[in-house]
C-alpha cells in the first residue's frame, strides 16, 4: 500500500458478513447476483466498484485503474448473508416469489441462496400496515427485543468466522414519523426501548442493535431510522460509519440526471408531474398512506435542494411537483415511471419533456447495495465514522450533518464519491480547471 495515503486503511482481511433486514426482492436479487457473478453466469452491471474506473492525475498521465484496484475492497468470494424477515421463506424461495430474476438462473445459485433461512424479525404493524408474517420476535419490550437482535448478530459472526459486519436496511417502507423527545439522546432512547415508546421504529431497533454490536449500518428505505441525535451520538461514540436514505433507483433516478442540465442551461420549470405503477411488496406497503408518505417526502426534497428556487426565482419559484405511486399488482418489480415535465425557455416560450422509464427497481436497486456494502466497510477499515455524505450518490434523500442542507445533482455526488476515494489514497483532486494544460 502506498505510504501517501491520508488514512491507514486496514486490510480487507477474512470474510465480510453482510446482515439485512428484509430478506425480499431487493435483497434477493442482490444476494443471488453477487453468487451469479461469482460462477461467471452474469456481470455485475451498474456497479461502480467493480465495473467504474477513476482518472488520477492530468487526462495526459492515461492513468485510470478500477475503483476495485485502486481501493482495498473485499472481494465478493468473501461476502457471506444472513437476515431477517417477517416471513419464513428461505432467500431462494423469496426470491422466486419475488419474481425478478429468471428461475433458471436461480436455480443455478439455489444452494447458497436455500442455506439463507430468515432469522426472526422485530415488526410492527403500526409502522408498516399492509403486510403481516409470522416469523417475528416476541419480547417484554424493544429493549428486549433489541438484546434479541444483539444475540442474532454475535451468534451470527461466531458461526460464520466473519471478521467485520455491516447492516443494510432493505426492508419495507415505514410509516412518516418525525423526530419526538424520546430521539433526542441516547438515554432517552433506551429508556424508551424499555417502555416500548410507540414513537420508536422497528429499524431504529435494527439500527441500535447493529451500532451497540460495533456494525456500521446503511439505510435503503426513507425511513427516519438513523436521521435522529441518539443513534447519530451512538455512532460517532462507537467510531461506526451510517448512510442513508432510501436507494435511489429509477424516477429519482432519473431528476437528478435531468434536473441538473435543466439548471446548467438555466431552462425554466413550471412543473413535474410524476406518477408510477408498480405490483411488487413494495407496491403493496406503499398503498398506505402512512408509508407513502415517508416515499413522498424523499421524492419531493430532490428538485428544490437541486434548482435552488431562492437563488432563480425567475426560473423554479413556485413550480409545481407532483409524485404519485399506484399499486398494480400485473406489474410485479418491473415498475413503469411517467415523468411529464413542463419547462421554459427563451423569453418564456413553453417546451416539454416525457419520460416513460420501464425499469426493474430491484435490477437497479441490487448494485447499489452491493457498493454500500463494499463502501461502507472501506470507511470503517479507515476509521470514518458517522454520517458518509460521500456515499449520497446512492441515495433519494442523502443524511447530512445537521444545518447542512443535502447535495442531489448526481455529477456532484459522483465527484465527491471519487475524490475521496482519492483523498484516502493521496492522489490529487480533480478539479477539472484544466489550465495547466495551456500554460
Excluded at 210 to 233: E, R, S
Excluded at 294 to 301: A, G, N, V
Excluded at 315 to 322: A, E, G, P, R
Aim: a neutral charge; one cysteine or more.
Amino acid at each position: 500500500m502506498p505510504t501517501k495515503d491520508n488514512v491507514r486503511i486496514a486490510p480487507a482481511e477474512g470474510k465480510l458478513g453482510v446482515l439485512i433486514p428484509g430478506i425480499g426482492a431487493v435483497s434477493t436479487t442482490f444476494m443471488a447476483g453477487v453468487e451469479a457473478v461469482k460462477r461467471g453466469l452474469g456481470k455485475p452491471i451498474g456497479s461502480l466498484t467493480q465495473m467504474a474506473t477513476i482518472r488520477l492525475g492530468k487526462r495526459t498521465e492515461g492513468r485510470s485503474p478500477y475503483i476495485k484496484d485502486f481501493v482495498p475492497l473485499a472481494k465478493l468470494d468473501d461476502l457471506v448473508f444472513g437476515g431477517w424477515d417477517i416471513f419464513e421463506d428461505t432467500a431462494y424461495e423469496a426470491a422466486v416469489k419475488a419474481g425478478v430474476l429468471e428461475r433458471g438462473l436461480l436455480d443455478q445459485v439455489k444452494e447458497p441462496l436455500s442455506s439463507l433461512k430468515p432469522m426472526k424479525a422485530v415488526f410492527d404493524h403500526e409502522y408498516v400496515k399492509r403486510i403481516n408474517g409470522p416469523n417475528v420476535k416476541q419480547g417484554a419490550n424493544l429493549m428486549e427485543k433489541a438484546e434479541m437482535l444483539m444475540a442474532d448478530i454475535e451468534s451470527f459472526r461466531r458461526n460464520t468466522g466473519v471478521s467485520r459486519l455491516i447492516t443494510i436496511w432493505c426492508g419495507s417502507t415505514e410509516v412518516f414519523h418525525r423526530p419526538s423527545a424520546v430521539h433526542q439522546t441516547l438515554a432517552s432512547f433506551e429508556e424508551g426501548l424499555r417502555k416500548n415508546d410507540p414513537e420508536i421504529a422497528p429499524s431504529q431497533v435494527y439500527a441500535y442493535a447493529a451500532l451497540k454490536c460495533g456494525v456500521p449500518f446503511a439505510n435503503g428505505a426513507p425511513n427516519l431510522t438513523t436521521d435522529i441525535p441518539a443513534l447519530l451520538d451512538l455512532a460517532r461514540e462507537r467510531q461506526l460509519p451510517l448512510c442513508g436514505k432510501d436507494f435511489k433507483t429509477g424516477q429519482t433516478f432519473m431528476k437528478t440526471l435531468i434536473a441538473p442540465g435543466l439548471k446548467a442551461r438555466m431552462l425554466g420549470l413550471q412543473g413535474w408531474y410524476s406518477t408510477n405503477i408498480l405490483g411488487n411488496r413494495d407496491g403493496e406497503v406503499l398503498d398506505d398512506p402512512g408509508s407513502f408518505k415517508s416515499k413522498e417526502e424523499t421524492k419531493l426534497s430532490v428538485l428544490d435542494h437541486i434548482l435552488q428556487p431562492q437563488l432563480y426565482p425567475d426560473l423554479y419559484k413556485d413550480f409545481s411537483h407532483v409524485v404519485r405511486i399506484n399499486y398494480y399488482p400485473p406489474r410485479g418489480d418491473a415498475k413503469e415511471g411517467w415523468d411529464n415535465i413542463d419547462i421554459f425557455g427563451w423569453l418564456g416560450y413553453p417546451m416539454q419533456i416525457k419520460i416513460n422509464f420501464l425499469c426493474r427497481d430491484s435490477i437497479l436497486a441490487a448494485p447499489i447495495v452491493l457498493d454500500l456494502v463494499l463502501f461502507m466497510d472501506l470507511a470503517q477499515r479507515c476509521g470514518m465514522k458517522g454520517i458518509q455524505e460521500w456515499l449520497s450518490f446512492y441515495f433519494k434523500a442523502p443524511m447530512t450533518a445537521p444545518g447542512l442542507y443535502p447535495e442531489h445533482d448526481i455529477f456532484i455526488q459522483l465527484m465527491k464519491l471519487k475524490n475521496t476515494l482519492r483523498w484516502m489514497r493521496g492522489e490529487d483532486l480533480i478539479t477539472h480547471l484544466g489550465l495547466e494544460y495551456y500554460d
